[in-house]
């Protein structure tokens, strides 16, 4: 970590080919059980901040630690980080070809198995490097198998789909299901990988409102729990239940932040009163 923050964004710059200048010297910190609502209109660079603390977005400039590594550094091996990083999309993002089961289990079970057969390499070279020694290095212990790790996955994978009532839709495909319920999927899915950072893009847009309600629940639980989370959102009842922090970010900058409290209440810029005038 870098001061005791599990993010910390310093001089973040976002320019797309097209010379839009999309963010500009964003400075934020984030500590772990920390929930930040980020505000704007359309086109401020709210998203792109987003997208930018997990690197699905490439920084123009600018460092994003995350555990106290700077994954915005191209020799950082962004993916082993993303292990620990939730991404919830507002499209959802769920493979329609598989079955619910089967997207929860996808990431773990990949990420499980690609570590067991690294170790299986690794004893294998360390084994043929024996036949030279006269001191035997030890083997890596190896106390799992492939089929180990995908049993303890579909076990927590059955666990979360239980959590949020949903258990009887393991085996249909997402085509079939209303929009809650695949953001909810999304939401467990994400959950499965077990990360220290949860980011929701705009999670409850794309649905019909009498389905948003089910999923904001759902994020209120894991705010409850603790978990450390980012949400991009026009919920403005949800920011100001679960936030303990809200930005507002205006033509690629931190124009405002504070409490719910002090934003709704007492905004100080004259581009946050117009918006919350629109939204509120």
């Given at each position: 970590m870098t001061d005791g923050y599990v993010i910390s964004v310093k001089g973040l710059e976002k320019v797309f080919e097209d010379g839009n200048a999309v963010l500009?010297?964003?400075?934020?910190?984030?500590?772990y059980g920390e929930k930040v609502v980020i505000l704007g209109a359309s086109g401020s660079g709210k998203s792109t901040l987003l997208r930018c603390l997990n690197c699905?977005?490439?920084?123009?400039?600018?460092?994003?630690?995350?555990?106290?590594?700077?994954?915005a550094d191209m020799r950082i091996d962004?993916?082993?980080?993303?292990?620990?990083?939730?991404?919830?999309?507002?499209?959802?993002?769920?493979?329609?070809?598989?079955?619910v089961l089967e997207n929860?289990?996808?990431?773990?079970?990949?990420?499980?198995?690609?570590?067991?057969?690294?170790?299986?390499?690794?004893?294998?070279?360390?084994?043929?490097?024996?036949?030279?020694?006269k001191e035997k290095a030890p083997l890596i212990p190896i106390e799992t198998t492939e089929a180990k790790i995908k049993a303890e996955v579909k076990e927590?994978?059955?666990?979360?789909?239980?959590?949020?009532?949903?258990?009887?839709?393991?085996?249909?495909?997402?085509?079939?299901?209303?929009?809650?319920?695949?953001?909810?999927?999304?939401?467990?899915?994400?959950?499965?990988?077990?990360?220290?950072?949860?980011?929701?893009d705009e999670p409850t847009s794309a649905l019909d409102p009498e389905m948003v309600g089910e999923v904001l629940d759902l994020m209120k639980q894991l705010a409850n729990e603790g978990m450390t989370m980012v949400i991009v959102t026009h919920e403005m009842g949800f920011a100001r239940e679960v936030a303990d922090r809200v930005l507002f970010v205006d033509e690629g900058?931190?124009?405002?932040?504070?409490?719910?409290?002090?934003?709704?209440?007492?905004?100080?810029?004259?581009?946050?009163?117009d918006f919350l005038s629109k939204v509120l």
């Open positions: 500009r010297g964003v400075d934020l910190d984030i500590k699905m977005e490439d920084p123009t400039g600018g460092s994003i630690y995350f555990d106290g590594d700077d994954i962004i993916n082993k980080h993303r292990e620990n990083i939730g991404m919830v999309f507002q499209q959802f993002n769920l493979f329609n070809n598989k079955t929860i289990m996808m990431a773990p079970v990949h990420l499980g198995v690609k570590k067991l057969r690294k170790k299986k390499i690794k004893n294998a070279l360390i084994t043929f490097t024996n036949v030279f020694k927590n994978a059955y666990s979360l789909l239980r959590r949020i009532g949903l258990e009887e839709k393991a085996d249909v495909y997402p085509s079939t299901l209303s929009g809650g319920q695949k953001q909810r999927i999304a939401i467990v899915r994400a959950l499965a990988m077990d990360p220290k950072v949860m980011l929701f900058v931190i124009a405002e932040e504070g409490t719910p409290e002090e934003l709704f209440t007492n905004p100080k810029n004259p581009r946050l009163k």
